[in-house]
């Protein structure tokens, strides 16, 4: 499910006819790249796809002053029966990305598991950061916001908070992955097994 084609169409659909330009200042105010996976940058190239298949058409070109013309796009028939599908999609499918964080955690550096601690304060103080930085971002937006678009920014708090604990839980567990990572990369001498009596002795 491509979320770019989600919000071009589905904005076109809602607010009628806009141009490249429009979309991006729609993109920067709903503050897209915090909550979805859509580059404000690639809207551009997205708009020529749509297109080019024909389920946006252009309709006019606008021009304001010295400004470059701008081309202003309607959703066409086409498009709105692919946003039917990406709507269904969007709400039925349930997306994990697997976090690269996870295999580094599995491949440490032997050498510098004594840094490991600092690394993990480090991202954890990050997580705070960006929940924060979020929690204001939908605190000030929050009356301009629809119910549903409110449960959407909520769902991302949600989903940094269960970050959060599970880092506090990793932390807490460092000295025993540090002990499991050691006895892994230097395991204790081979001790061989102790001399059996000889039988001719006894």
């Not at 580059?39 to 304001?64: F, M, N, P, W």
């Not at 028939?77 to 999609?89: P, S």
């Not at 601690?117 to 916001?145: D, F, G, W």
Request: glycine fraction near 6%; include cysteine; aromatic fraction near 4%.
């Amino acid at each position: 499910m491509s979320s770019i084609r989600l919000f071009i169409l589905g904005s076109l659909a809602q607010r009628g006819e806009m141009h490249g330009h429009q979309l991006k200042l729609l993109a920067e105010q709903e503050h897209v790249h915090m909550w979805t996976d859509i580059s404000v940058g690639g809207l551009y190239g997205a708009l020529k796809r749509l297109h080019a298949e024909g389920l946006i058409a252009d309709v006019r070109t606008e021009q304001a002053g010295n400004f470059p013309a701008r081309q202003v796009y309607a959703i066409t028939d086409l498009g709105r029966g692919a946003l039917t599908t990406l709507r269904r999609e969007g709400l039925s499918e349930f997306t994990l990305r697997p976090d690269p964080f996870d295999l580094a955690l599995t491949r440490l550096d032997p050498d510098r598991l004594d840094s490991l601690p600092e690394v993990i304060n480090a991202r954890v103080a990050m997580l705070r950061e960006l929940l924060e930085t979020t929690v204001t971002s939908t605190r000030r937006a929050r009356p301009y916001l629809s119910l549903a678009e409110v449960f959407a920014l909520e769902h991302r708090e949600q989903r940094l908070l269960a970050e959060i604990d599970w880092h506090e839980n990793l932390r807490e567990a460092l000295p025993d992955i540090v002990a499991d990572e050691t006895a892994r990369t230097h395991p204790p001498p081979h001790q061989p097994p102790p001399h059996s009596k000889d039988c001719s002795q006894q």
